[in-house]
Structure formats: C-alpha cells, structure tokens
C-alpha cells in the first residue's frame, strides 16, 4: 500500500519566495496533519483537517501560512512570503480517524536562503 | 496539557531487549498513552499504544502502572534497525481531538 506521499522531498529557495508543499494522504484515510520539525522546537503541530475541514490551525505560526485541503487526496502548505527561519523539515500525516494512528510521510526538508 | 518525561539518550546491545521508561504523573482518565518513534530521516513511525491494560503488537510491548502515572515500552530484542528516537505521548482525544503533542522523546542507539 502506498503511504502518506509529499513533495518535493527538498526545496531551497530564496527568502520572499512563495513556498507550495504538498501531500498526498492514505486512501480512506479522513484526517491530515501537517507538522514542522527543527532542532530548537522539535516536532509541531501546525494545522488538522477532519473530512477536508481545518479543526485546528492554532499551531500556524502566523499569516503567511495557510493550509488548504480541496478533496480528499490532496493538501497543501503555502508560505508566502518565505523567511530564513521557516527553514525545517516539514511533515505531512493523515489517519483513518482523528483518533486513530498517524501514519506520517518521509517529509519535505524546507531550506530558506 | 499533560506532560511526559523521558530520559534524552539510552544504549542498547543489539539482540538484548531494551526497556523505554516514561513518566505522566499528571495523566487524567481520558488520556491514551501513545508511542512513536523517528528513524534517521525519516518521519515519525506509531507503535503502540494502551489505556489501562498492558499491550503487545508485533513491534512492541507496552507495560503500564497500576496508577498509570508511568509506563514503558518494551521491545524484546532490539535490532540496529531500532535505532530511533522514541517517543512517549498522552493523547486525550475527547478533549483535544486528533493532536499528538511531541515531546523532546528518548534516543536509542544500539550496539553490534
């Protein structure tokens, strides 16, 4: 079966830059996740959907993030603007419930020039 | 949000079993014990998780307290691929939905 799928698995990019990330969740599965993980903070929970609805954004970090899931197979994190200290490893979940298991992807490694 | 303690580092001899402590002591009645662990590069992986009772799956064994105030994860013969960060998480999904609050975990190494 194939897992939680993100892209691009790298991306380096300027500071101003607009930044698109993407995630592909588990068929069946009706709960995404999306975390941020760096050395100083560890691992966050940024944002959750429930059946394609944001639950719970209150870990985005501030305006120039946002999170959209259009259907059921597909979510993405835009950062725009982009700033050096976004820089992060980026991880996408999704589970069969919200309170099942999370399944996680191998994550985007974000670096902001 | 309840909070978890773990030691930062542990070894570990390949073939051996290694016991993973944790402890929740303010856990409340609603809260699920749950462990993940993070292989290098690679995103969290879940492993187990129980409420009251002991649990046991083909990766792990989770031993629980009586009083539920710590638990520990007990895999049985830790190969080098076991080599991971470890993570002890409280889970109350009545009251905080679907979040998994990530502490700072246990690092595993292990030794040929």
């Keep these: 079966d194939a897992g939680v799928i993100q892209s691009p698995r790298h991306e380096v990019t300027e500071m101003g830059q607009e930044v698109t990330l993407r995630c592909k969740p588990i068929s069946g599965h009706n709960s995404l996740f999306w975390y941020r993980q760096t050395m100083m903070r560890g691992l966050e929970l940024l944002i959750y959907f429930n059946n394609n609805v944001p639950i719970d954004d209150s870990g985005m970090p501030e305006d120039r993030f946002s999170a959209k899931m259009p259907n059921a197979s597909f979510s993405t994190l835009k950062i725009q603007p982009s700033e050096p200290r976004d820089s992060a490893v980026y991880f996408c979940a999704s589970s069969r419930t919200y309170d099942q298991p999370q399944h996680f992807g191998d994550g985007t490694r974000l670096s902001i020039l | ?112």
């Design chain 2, 1 to 112: 949000d309840a909070k978890t303690t773990q030691p930062n580092s542990m070894e570990s001899n390949e073939e051996e079993p290694v016991h993973l402590p944790c402890n929740h002591s303010t856990i409340s009645g609603t809260d699920y014990i749950h462990w993940y662990r993070q292989l290098p590069s690679q995103g969290p992986e879940y492993v187990i998780h129980g409420l009251t009772s002991n649990v046991n799956n083909r990766m792990a064994s989770l031993a629980i307290a009586e009083d539920r105030k710590s638990s520990t994860l007990i895999l049985h013969r830790a190969t080098l691929r076991d080599a991971a960060v470890y993570y002890c998480i409280l889970r109350d999904v009545d009251n905080q939905g679907g979040k998994l609050i990530f502490g700072q975990g246990t690092e595993l190494s292990v030794k040929p």
